[in-house]
């Protein structure tokens, strides 16, 4: 630590009185105190505090509870106009008092959770400049990169355990956001808080600003982020070998988890450091997590095996190849070959099936399929398309994540529908917007027989008499657990098996509590539950897989993941000696 800087964990400490009660030590009063987000409580503070604090006048007479001021506010979250308002009525209120913005999120979750995250979250990238207010995270750019480990000595949380970096070349559905892309880390977090119990104390959202190739961007004078082109091949990897480097260094315990990068480099990072620090791609496990349980729960339901599922997966980016590692992997696992897997496992992008005797980037060519394999099919073009691979292969599971709206038609679900008495159609690209159906849709033209999940929320479709709610395969049902178990265990690497046991803690949890309801994923009120038994798991296959650097972690993982699982409270404040 540099000579006489005064972090923010400087200037509180959490400690325990003779009883073991908790309370919080604070070196800033007054006004200072009432800027200090972290620790602010606002018109919590007692009578008694206030006095000894120097916050007496500061403040409305009244003293509230953290639920009377979570009253309040969501009064005030609900007279917002819409998606985008309460988006800043949330951010706004996370800038002054974050505890009661996490008790606030924690009671309406399900609510406010397309609100700071997808979908809304998408468009508040979009608009990104123009609705900045206050400073959150680290920015690094070719402006600083040099001065990183300074930079990261500056950040005021002494402690970081979760780093969320993206360097916004493909944010969700919408592409290159350039500095926009910020947002995805800050609601990332918020979720490892409120729903995989990280403390907050303890998170850092990263930009890695290395450019933008819009034009539109750069030209715009209210743009924030730096205006040039985007780093390209070595310069890009020195960048972020530079980011890794300073990382290790500052916070060497701390997990990164990479975000929205576009879909060449999410997989070269990855292997990049992977075994260099504890890492992970949301975009590539995280959602071929996801989407395993899904398929998992779906096919526990229906009293069938992964093993006997054809899967087609439209969509060959870091999310689709994700997905298509995930289910093969899993497929494995369940007793069939490589070879016997990836020949369940079809893989569509842009211009058809991946084939062997096409050009693709390298990181397809691991789901090129034998010519032999449509000797027998009747296909228009060099390769099958999405309706007649669909068709000819009999395909009984079809997720979506090529993020073309309307990419499912009617030709495409009615043949699916041919194939199976139970089709399994899983839309799975965000925003909303870009869903390759809707739900309404597919149930009409498979008679209400699919079994159906979207990667947004989507309001429950009645069919034939019934109402079918909708699952939604959310990457959240995965990245808060297995970020929180890997900070608990303190490994040293994220292991294919650590993801894989989330993504079978997932479908676990599911079968046991709403299997009999017909649900394949929880309700997302059940986020805080579902990622506890993800946490767990993982602690387990941590220890199992040699790389858990946290000694003596008791035989009931269990209650050592819910004893460390974040709540927001306020505490009493005492001044420091």
């Not at 006095?51 to 007279?79: K, S």
């Not at 979009?126 to 402006?143: D, E, V």
């Not at 899904?294 to 096919?299: D, E, M, Q, T, W």
Request: net charge negative; charged share 25%; with cysteine.
């Amino acid at each position: 630590m540099s000579s006489g800087k005064r972090r923010i964990s400087k200037l509180f400490d959490i400690k325990k009185d003779a009883q073991g009660r908790r309370y919080m030590e604070v070196a800033l009063d007054g006004i200072a105190l009432l800027r200090l987000v972290l620790a602010n409580k606002g018109t919590a503070f007692s009578h008694e505090e206030r006095i000894e604090l120097n916050l007496d006048g500061l403040l409305p007479p009244q003293v509230h509870t953290l639920e009377q001021q979570v009253a309040r506010v969501y009064q005030g979250f609900c007279q917002e106009p819409g998606p985008i308002a309460q988006y800043q009525y949330l951010r706004s209120l996370q800038e002054r008092q974050e505890i009661l913005f996490y008790k606030l999120l924690e009671q309406h979750l399900e609510e406010m959770m397309p609100i700071v995250y997808t979908p809304t979250v998408g468009e508040a990238v979009k608009q990104f400049s123009a609705l900045y207010q206050n400073p959150r995270g680290i920015s690094l750019s070719p402006l600083n990169i040099h001065r990183a480990e300074r930079v990261l000595d500056s950040y005021p949380m002494d402690d970081v355990r979760m780093i969320v970096a993206t360097d916004s070349s493909a944010i969700l559905g919408i592409g290159d956001q350039g500095y926009g892309g910020l947002a995805i880390p800050i609601g990332k977090l918020a979720l490892y808080t409120v729903g995989g119990g990280v403390s907050p104390f303890h998170t850092m959202p990263v930009s890695l600003d290395v450019g933008t190739e819009r034009d539109d961007l750069i030209c715009d004078p209210n743009y924030l982020g730096v205006r040039h082109k985007r780093l390209k091949g070595d310069e890009y990897y020195r960048f972020f070998d530079t980011f890794v480097e300073a990382v290790h260094k500052r916070f060497p315990d701390a997990i990164i988890q990479w975000e929205d990068l576009a879909k060449d480099a999410a997989f070269a990072v990855l292997e990049r450091y992977r075994d260099e620090h504890p890492s992970f791609n949301d975009d590539i496990q995280g959602t071929g997590a996801v989407a395993l349980a899904g398929v998992l729960s779906a096919c526990h339901l229906l009293g069938k095996r992964l093993i006997d599922q054809t899967v087609v997966i439209h969509g060959a980016g870091a999310g689709g190849m994700g997905v298509a590692l995930a289910i093969r992997d899993g497929m494995i696992e369940q007793g069939l070959s490589l070879e016997e897997a990836t020949k369940r496992v079809l893989v569509l992008d842009s211009r058809g099936l991946l084939l062997e005797d096409r050009e693709m980037e390298p990181y397809k060519r691991p789901f090129a399929q034998e010519r032999s394999l449509t000797v027998m099919w009747n296909y228009e073009g060099r390769y099958p398309n999405l309706l007649e691979t669909v068709s000819q292969s009999g395909a009984t599971v079809l997720l979506g994540l090529s993020g073309q709206p309307g990419a499912f038609t009617e030709d495409v679900i009615r043949a699916m529908a041919k194939n199976t008495e139970r089709p399994m159609i899983f839309p799975l690209s965000n925003p909303t917007d870009s869903a390759e159906a809707k739900p309404a849709d597919i149930f009409e033209w498979t008679e209400g027989r699919a079994i159906v999940a979207t990667g947004s929320p989507f309001d429950p479709v009645e069919y034939g008499g019934v109402t079918h709610h909708i699952g939604q395969g959310n990457n959240a049902f995965i990245f808060p657990g297995l970020g929180f178990g890997a900070i608990l265990a303190r490994a040293k690497k994220i292991t294919d098996r650590m993801v894989s046991a989330a993504a079978h803690a997932l479908a676990d949890y599911t079968t046991t509590h709403y299997a009999s309801k017909g649900l394949i994923y929880p309700p997302i009120s059940e986020l805080r539950e579902a990622s506890v038994r993800v946490a767990t798991r993982v602690v387990v296959q941590a220890i199992e897989d040699g790389v858990a650097q946290r000694e003596n972690i008791p035989e009931d993982v269990d209650g050592f993941v819910r004893d460390r699982f974040w709540r927001p409270e306020y505490l009493p404040f005492v001044r420091a000696r």
